[in-house]
């Protein structure tokens, strides 16, 4: 199996990543690392362990990372899943008390791939220390539209910084918006996966009904689950179609054209995909 790190901030559609994650078996889930993002740090880490008690999967560890204000409790819920995280069981005692940059640095091999679906402090640090990732999977970005500004989208604003290091230094497959805001998780979708996950998206679907711009007016109703778009990619390579850009992080943290060339996820087979995390997340 392909080891697998996660770095994430849950997070509605980081729960979905999550699970997929952890009921794929083409992956090893070596660990959950957390970020601030959604909601603030003590919220995504208790939330990271609460999904991995629901999920059956409290040997994975979590390595708690770096704080910072949470953004998008408007989104995610003030509790970070949709005001339900207290439907998911409790799980405290499951946090590892390790650095995130050592933890990065003792467990990434050759083959480790990190999945970052959430603000990239944690990730812009570890490069820093000097830290390789052999393929580094980041959702965030859009090119020529955001979701937080007209230009930038949640993760790379929340950390605009970090963002431009991964985009200059980490050698990324960036996972923008321009795909995952195609990826609808429609409400057939919805109905036929776990509904434990299903339960955590009412007040995305609330906000989604608000902004009619980021709504799917005119298309089908659901919700967009952006970071599990990324975190198929990690366990089945080749899900998204590739294409390398010239590309550069501005100071608003909105991705430009520039001179470092990466990676971006232009396509899939949403239907397919759909159908094959349908599949894993059901129960
Ligand atoms: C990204 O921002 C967060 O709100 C989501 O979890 C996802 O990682 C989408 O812009
Ligand atoms: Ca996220």
């Known amino acids: 199996a392909i080891p697998l790190i996660i770095d994430t901030d849950p997070g509605v559609d ?16 070596v ?4 970020v601030f993002g959604n909601v603030g740090l003590d919220l995504t880490t208790a939330n990271a362990l609460r999904l991995l008690a629901h999920l059956g999967r409290t040997d994975v560890p979590v390595v708690k990372g770096s704080g910072g204000p949470g953004g998008a409790a408007d989104v995610h819920g003030e ?8 439907t998911l069981p409790e799980n405290a005692e499951g946090v590892r008390s390790e650095d995130v940059v050592q933890f990065f640095a003792d467990n990434i091999k ?39 500004t ?11 910084k970090a963002a431009r ?5 980490g050698n990324p497959i960036i996972v923008p918006l321009n795909l995952t805001q195609r990826c609808i998780a429609d409400t057939e979708f919805l109905a036929n996966v776990d509904p434990v996950l299903s339960n955590l998206t009412g007040t995305y679907r609330a906000y989604l009904a608000r ?14 689950i952006h970071d599990a778009v990324a975190v198929a990619e ?12 010239g590309l550069d992080i501005d100071d608003e943290g909105a991705l430009v054209e520039g001179k470092h060339q990466v990676e971006v996820a232009e396509d899939c087979d949403w239907p397919a995909l759909r159908a094959f995390m349908e599949q894993r997340l059901s129960v």
């Open 234 to 245: 990690a366990i089945v390579p080749g899900t998204l179609h590739l294409r390398t850009h």
């Open 211 to 224: 902004h009619s711009e980021q709504n799917m007016s005119g298309r089908e109703e659901g919700i967009l």
């Open 14 to 29: 980081d729960a979905f990543a999550i699970a997929l994650a952890a009921r794929s078996p083409e992956v090893d889930l």
């Open 79 to 86: 509790d970070g899943l949709g005001g339900q995280a207290h």
């Open 110 to 148: 050759p083959d480790t791939v990190v999945a970052a679906i959430g603000p990239l402090t944690n990730i812009a640090q570890a490069l820093e220390a000097g830290v390789e990732f052999p393929r580094l999977i980041v959702m965030g970005g859009g090119l020529g539209l955001g979701n937080m």
């Open 150 to 160: 007209a230009r930038a989208e949640f993760n790379f604003w929340a950390d605009a």
């Open 165 to 169: 290091t991964v985009v200059r230094r």
């Open 31 to 34: 660990g959950l690392t957390t």
